[in-house]
């Protein structure tokens, strides 16, 4: 069998030092007990997250809040290893190996897994879902090489693949990438938008929406012991403050994502451990690049000398983030091209570019945002940011369920908005903008960066990969169908009888079956 440790070699992420270890409190880390301690079972643990999730589809959802429930619902073929950021290790895969020619997977599951049900979880099953991802689209892409997919026996399967795939381990370790039960599945009318037809470690009690999701144990979970907790409350709370208080007043156990701001007040609460890592949390200015004066290239190169980064991390994130001067990927990880294209604000070359354009005059353009309080500070920043070139900036909040559904029509002029817990560079820029893509919501297409991305997909060479990548960036960032703004920290604040959560750079709640509560 393969090692997965000499297979992630070709996803080149974080260096692991600093993306796993860069706790900044001054405290215990609050994840782990005291040697002498074991885990003990039981009791109801609540998390608050910025929203509450659109729909619990797997394989049609988007949100990093749907993500964060449906992971804990339901389990995938592989999965991201708890406190190592980029190493993928077996879940539902109990043994595997990969073809030297790294065409063929050749996966034999546990063979006592059950859906919530009661139904075995199988071979047809991971067909099944494999063949619905594709069927839904909404990460059809990540399948784009399978050729075939064979179940010779109830635990065994066989996925071959047209051309090999650098990051196929990681797309079947995408928490969306779920198995899921076709019973329940076709029980629901091909819907799961409010259904449970997991196997993970907690099973579906009630949502009500924009308040809480209740969970409860699985206790016929395959994995002996876990998970330790009865309950898990998810709340949806978007204002920080609030959010804040209920950890200092014990109403949560944990606070999943912190602002810059709400950490500097968390890191000396009383009975309260902040954690922080470096984060895969990245934010931008979105631009439609198909209508409007955002068609030419020249003004949204303007837009993008004008913004200011430094002066945002400052004003909106107290400092703490780290600007991206070139393009999404931020710096420690392998694959950042060290572009620094905008390392400094130049107003009189956006201007010379929107007088080049047509627009010496500037223009008027409206602005979406949601309702992260950080990206509506932010909206007002870049609002004066870019009146001093003559752009005009309407800014327009909306609910996040409006916001979201016009990203998704391309229904927006200029939006500011972000991703998390991309792993590979493929999910970073495959999806985002190769024309066509399931995430391009700019309508960005560039036939040289679609070629570029295609081959980063399929190149298993390392140094090779590098370059496709690199060159793929500098012709994104000189496009600019977004202005990439700043990587933030991940950071999370947990009251001290929570132990055994994993604070990852992803985001990921997965470790929640391993968490448990001191007395």
């Known amino acids: 069998m393969k090692k997965l440790s000499l297979l992630t070699c070709f ?39 910025l929203n509450d999730a659109k729909g619990l589809d797997p394989h049609k959802e988007t949100s990093a809040q749907s993500f964060h429930y449906i992971e804990n619902m339901y389990d995938t ?39 919530h049900n009661g139904d075995p979880l199988t071979s047809s099953d991971v067909k099944y879902s494999i063949e619905r991802i594709i069927k839904m689209g909404v990460r059809a892409q990540q399948f784009d090489a399978v050729k075939s997919i064979d179940t010779p026996d109830k635990t065994t399967v066989v996925i071959t693949l047209k051309q090999a795939v650098a990051p196929f381990l990681t797309f079947l370790a995408n928490p969306m990438n779920a198995i899921v039960n076709k019973t329940i599945v076709e029980k629901n009318g091909g819907k799961l938008d409010q259904a449970d037809a997991g196997s993970g470690p907690f099973t579906l009690v009630s949502w009500k929406k924009d308040q809480e999701m209740v969970l409860k144990k699985n206790k016929s979970y395959f994995k002996k012991g876990l998970p ?19 950890i200092r007043n014990k109403e949560l156990n944990i606070d999943l994502q912190l602002t810059a701001k709400d950490k500097m007040l968390l890191d000396h609460a009383s009975g309260v451990t902040v954690k922080s890592v470096t ?3 990245w934010e931008y200015i979105g631009l439609n690049v198909t209508k409007g004066p955002l068609k030419k290239k020249e003004v949204r190169d303007a837009i993008a000398w004008a913004v200011d980064r430094n002066a945002l991390n400052k004003q909106v994130k107290f400092g703490q983030a780290t600007p991206l001067t070139g393009g999404p990927i931020p710096p420690g990880h392998a694959y950042d091209a060290k572009l620094d294209t905008f390392s400094k604000r130049d107003t009189a070359k956006a201007k010379q570019l929107l007088a080049d354009a047509g627009y010496p005059d500037g ?19 870049i609002k004066d940011q870019l009146k001093a070139v003559g752009i005009k900036v309407n800014i327009e ?41 399931a995430y391009n919501q700019q309508g960005y297409t560039n036939k040289e ?11 298993m060479d390392e140094a090779k990969r590098k370059q ?13 169908p977004m202005v990439f703004l700043y990587a933030n920290k991940q950071s999370t604040a947990m009251t001290d009888t929570v132990h055994g959560f994993d604070v990852n750079p992803t985001v990921t709640t997965k470790s929640l079956e391993s968490t448990w509560l001191s007395k």
């Open 11 to 49: 996803l080149l992420l974080f260096t692991i030092i600093s993306a796993c270890s860069s706790g900044n409190s001054t405290k215990d880390s609050g994840t782990s007990a005291k040697a002498d301690q074991k885990p003990v079972y039981g009791g109801t643990l609540t998390i608050a997250d």
């Open 77 to 115: 073929l592989f999965r991201y290893k708890d406190g190592k950021y980029g190493i993928i290790e077996k879940d539902l895969v109990n043994d595997y190996t990969i073809s030297k020619d790294g065409k063929t997977y050749t996966l034999h599951l546990h063979d006592n897994v059950k859906f």
């Open 228 to 246: 330790y907790l009865d309950k898990v409350v998810f709340k949806a709370i978007p204002d920080s403050t609030a959010r804040s208080t209920a």
């Open 279 to 281: 984060g895969t949390y």
């Open 363 to 381: 223009f008027s353009i409206t602005l979406k945002v949601g309702q992260n309080q950080d990206q509506v500070d932010a909206a007002q920043v």
């Open 397 to 437: 909040q909306q609910e996040d369920s409006v916001f979201f559904n016009a990203l998704g029509k391309k229904q927006f002029e200029m939006t500011i908005v972000g991703w998390v817990g991309f792993v590979d560079p493929d999910e970073f820029f495959y999806n985002i903008f190769h024309t066509g893509g």
């Open 449 to 459: 960066v679609d070629k570029l991305l295609e081959e980063g997909r399929v190149t």
């Open 468 to 480: 496709i990548y690199d060159h793929a960036q500098k012709l994104i960032v000189e496009d600019a």
